[in-house]
């Protein structure tokens, strides 16, 4: 047997290996979920009788249905409004030259490097200072929620977009302006289309941040405004212990994020791809 067999039979190997390890948890994830409380306390698994009464529960133990909608709508508008925002930024940045703009760019990138948690105490006492002085409310309602993801992802989503533009050809736009598109409608008729594969992938990018972030939500929120990460640490508290539901609520949560994955991952491809291409 040659050595590159040898070598291609110990990647597959390792390939498979690493597959093997990364979906473990999945599967480990999904059978507890399809036991009792006390199967899982003894470590007792049946999985040859599974039983989807942890499904059935879960809704009204911890009104996971509040979470879920909370959830879902809070991280869909805050993906489209950094998706939107970082559109017209990245493409200001990769199309036209301006004073600043070299600085601008490296802001941006900057604000990355700024632990998340350093914020989180200036937000909540601007949030309290707002309900308490101001007609304005932000604590522990959605929009406040929206807000602070939109402002947290937009700058990554406009490093992610600046280079999507650029990728594209200027030639594209150029054509359009001679034949009467101007600089706005060459943008939205010409630029956004050929650059769908990318706002796909900053908008499902900036829609898993959200649905998976926990620090922020559980500090800014009391009732009306949490998420799932917050309904589903209430599963387990000082006097209970639901485990099977917490492990069904695992599964439920992360449907949506399997299916938004899957049903975009053409364009996630096609977008990262592009992303890679320095214009």
């Not at 992938?201 to 800014?220: G, I, R």
């Amino acid at each position: 047997m040659s050595t590159r067999r040898l070598a291609n039979l110990g990647l597959d190997a390792l390939t498979w290996l690493v597959l093997l390890v990364m979906l473990a948890p999945v599967a480990w994830l999904v059978a507890s979920s399809l036991q009792t409380d006390g199967q899982l306390s003894n470590g007792a698994y049946n999985l040859l009788h599974p039983t989807f009464k942890a499904f059935t529960q879960m809704w009204s133990t911890v009104d996971f249905g509040r979470y879920f909608v909370n959830s879902a709508i809070i991280c869909t508008v805050a993906a489209a409004a950094a998706t939107a925002l970082a559109s017209c930024a990245g493409y200001a940045i990769a199309r036209f030259r301006f004073r600043g703009a070299r600085p601008l760019s490296l802001a941006v990138v900057g604000t990355q490097l700024i632990p998340g948690s350093m914020f989180l105490l200036p937000t909540f006492v601007g949030f309290i200072w707002l309900q308490q002085n101001t007609p304005v409310h932000l604590y522990d309602t959605r929009l406040g929620m929206i807000l602070v993801y939109t402002a947290f992802f937009t700058p990554v989503a406009i490093y992610f977009m600046r280079y999507f533009f650029a990728a594209i050809p200027r030639d594209l736009e150029e054509a359009a302006m001679v034949d009467g598109c101007s600089q706005l409608g060459a943008f939205v008729r010409i630029v956004l289309p050929a650059a769908a594969p990318g706002l796909v992938a900053t908008f499902v990018y900036a829609f898993l941040f959200a649905w998976d972030e926990l620090l922020f939500v559980a500090s800014l929120t009391q009732h009306n405004a949490e998420t799932i990460p917050v309904g589903i640490r209430n599963f387990i508290g000082n006097y209970q212990e639901r485990t099977a539901q917490l492990m069904a609520a695992g599964v439920v949560s992360t449907l949506p994020v399997l299916i938004a994955f899957f049903a975009t991952q053409r364009w996630l491809v096609r977008g990262l791809t592009a992303g890679a291409v320095k214009g």
